[in-house]
């Protein structure tokens, strides 16, 4: 006489019961049922997370310390330039690093592996395509009995994150529209204690108002961007030019050495300023007041700035397109 025995069994997801068959056959059936119902969700995981690497630029790597051979993810390959499921080189691949971001590499890599830790660095990179770009990496070491044996991680493009960041710290210090130290960083130049200042030259342009007022704010940014120029040029080998304000220009000179050259430098800066601008065909009269202060023990930046201003006031009430020293 047979019995027909009955099997009971959890569901691998632990929260409720499959059945109670008398079938063997169906328990099975109903686990494998389960089985690939969870390979199709894990299928689905590793799909959303390769596509959200891809858009994060995003790639996983590891590295076996004893043979130093790498496993990458696909991000990675797109990162160097190489085709998809090629053997990664690691010799092949630190090649694409700057010599200067190969060095910290090389340095928080060894340390990583002697101390059994980690590392991240933001490195330069130059793919065989030549194509230039940051990469964020960061690594953890995996010991076994105190012994390194495997380096596992994760790299990044940060290339347009790099570029914003460099664009808002050059917008920080710089004016955009003439390419010269902005206020900002003339303030910062000038407050600076380690870097004395040897002399001070503010630049007034005359007639500037005039040109904006007749021809128009596009004539007058035109006029502007090539006064700076003119005045980058005549000043070239100075510590600093800067734009401090709508037509206001500063000049610091930083050597001692170079303190009785600027005297003749504000002379200069007259002179060329004295040439007419063209604009759209159109010669513009647009000449140059200075005012120079040169540097004592006894100042502070607001002071010296104080004495040059006061001095750029009296070339301005004396006729203008002259310089005056304070």
Not at 203 to 229: E, Y
Not at 242 to 252: L, P, S
Request: glycine share 8%.
């Amino acid at each position: 006489m047979y019995h027909t025995a009955r099997f009971s069994t959890a569901d691998p997801a632990g929260d409720r019961a499959v059945a109670d068959y008398a079938d063997p056959y169906a328990v099975i059936a109903a686990l494998q049922a389960r089985i690939a119902e969870q390979e199709a969700q894990l299928a689905h995981a590793h799909k959303t997370f390769a596509h959200a690497s891809v858009a994060a630029r995003i790639g996983v790597w590891e590295c076996d310390l004893a043979s130093n051979s790498l496993t990458w993810t696909d991000t990675i390959y797109d990162m160097f330039d190489l085709p998809r499921g090629s053997p990664p080189d690691r010799d092949r691949t630190v090649s694409a690093y700057t010599p200067e971001s190969a060095a910290r590499l090389d340095r928080l890599r060894r340390a990583a592996i002697a101390e059994a830790g980690s590392f991240s660095l933001d490195a330069d990179i130059v793919t065989e395509r030549g194509n230039r770009r940051v990469i964020r990496v960061t690594a953890l070491v995996e010991a076994e009995n105190g012994v390194a044996v495997r380096l596992f991680g994760i790299k990044q493009d940060v290339t347009e994150e790099r570029r914003i960041l460099d664009r808002m710290r050059y917008l920080a210090s710089f004016d955009a529209m003439t390419g010269l130290a902005n206020r900002a960083g003339f303030q910062a130049r000038l407050a600076d204690g380690d870097r004395p200042i040897a002399a001070l030259l503010l630049v007034d342009l005359d007639g500037f108002k005039l040109v904006n007022d007749t021809h128009g704010h596009l004539t007058g940014d035109a006029c502007l961007r090539t006064a700076a120029d003119r005045l980058a040029t005549a000043c070239e080998g100075v510590d600093m030019v800067a734009r401090i304000g709508g037509d206001e220009f500063a000049v610091i000179f930083a050597d001692g050495r170079d303190v009785p050259h600027a005297a003749d430098l504000a002379a200069r800066i007259v002179e060329t300023m004295a040439d007419p601008v063209s604009v759209a065909g159109a010669k513009l009269a647009v000449g140059a007041s200075v005012g120079v202060a040169f540097a004592n023990r006894e100042d502070t930046p607001d002071s010296l700035f104080a004495r040059a201003d006061a001095a750029l006031y009296a070339a301005k009430a004396g006729g203008r397109g002259v310089y005056r020293i304070a």
